[in-house]
């Protein structure tokens, strides 16, 4: 006669042990698939979808993890429902104790939802500045002008004022331009006026302005005025500032003689190094997008 066949007791004590183990490395293992998966196809829909993908792929990985984690405890006999009564109320636990964590979770929603900044953009926001690299679930990382690595919680760039240097699709260039008093005004502003007529890359929509913006004892400083659009401010900038020397020093050297001194506008996204090399406008995933002052 044929005993049935009794399972050892440590045998039911470690099967559930081991399919617990399981479950955990399973859900590991696919939320960093999902989250991958969602950064990585996301994009692909265009729009706002580079922004909002590395929120969603934090988002979903923590899902499947939570899901994982309860599935294993109740492989080793915890009861579901005192599982989500603990996680109710290691939550509201937590919440308390984490109100500024948690806050920067509903900031960076936000920040992907109503979408003042996005990927590629140069942002300038309660004392951070940079190209905006990724938004997410907890902080926002950007890059700076000088190629440094910048983090900052989202509550940082939410609950401050952002200016956002490429969101508009044209910006203002503001050249002064210091000449002497004795200097006739209404042939330098003939001489600015056909510089800015001569750039290619200035704006036929606006017309370029000069006007005399202040004056000294012995010195008069006039402001040229043009608009051109957001990918070309910078080498615009830096191209009339250039170009407005060396053409009011040759009206001065045909009449009055003396030296003219040229002012460009401060460069907000050269921060504290205007004259160092600038790092691409975006990561190499991202479409391309104008690069900002």
Do not use: C
């Not at 696919?30 to 994009?43: D, E, F, G, K, Y």
């Not at 993890?65 to 603990?86: D, K, N, Q, R, Y």
């Not at 401010?233 to 830096?238: F, P, Q, S, V």
């Not at 009339?240 to 009011?248: G, N, V």
């Amino acid at each position: 006669m044929n005993l049935p066949f009794v399972p050892p007791a440590w045998l039911s004590v470690i099967l559930p042990i081991a399919g617990a183990i399981v479950v955990v490395a399973l859900g590991w293992i696919l939320s960093r698939l999902a989250q991958r998966a969602i950064v990585h196809w996301v994009p692909r829909a265009g729009g706002g979808a580079l922004t909002i993908a590395p929120l969603a792929g934090q988002a979903a990985r923590y899902a499947i993890l939570v899901v994982a984690i309860v599935t294993a405890l109740s492989f080793v006999g915890v009861p579901t429902a005192s599982i989500l009564t603990v996680l109710g109320a290691a939550s509201l636990a937590i919440a308390l104790a984490l109100q500024g964590t948690l806050s920067n979770i509903a900031a960076g929603i936000m920040l992907a939802w109503l979408r003042p900044i996005s990927v590629g953009d140069y942002v300038v926001g309660d004392g951070v500045e940079g190209i905006v690299v990724e938004i997410g679930l907890f902080g926002t990382r950007l890059r700076s002008s000088s190629g440094l690595f910048v983090f900052t919680n989202n509550n940082r760039l939410w609950n401050g004022a952002i200016t956002n240097h490429t969101r508009e699709p044209r910006r203002r260039v503001n050249i002064k331009v210091t000449i002497p008093d004795t200097a006739d005004l209404q042939r330098a502003r003939e001489t600015l006026l056909g510089l800015a007529a001569a750039d290619t890359r200035v704006l036929r929509n606006v017309a370029p302005s000069v006007f005399v913006d202040s004056f000294g004892t012995n010195t008069v400083t006039l402001e040229m005025r043009v608009w051109v659009a957001t990918p070309d401010y910078r080498d615009a900038l830096r191209g009339l500032t250039e170009a407005a020397k060396f053409a009011i020093n040759r009206m001065l050297a045909q009449g009055t003689g003396g030296v003219a001194e040229v002012k460009q506008a401060a460069d907000p996204h050269g921060g504290h190094e205007p004259d160092g090399d600038q790092p691409p406008a975006m990561p190499d995933t991202a479409p391309p997008r104008a690069e900002g002052p």
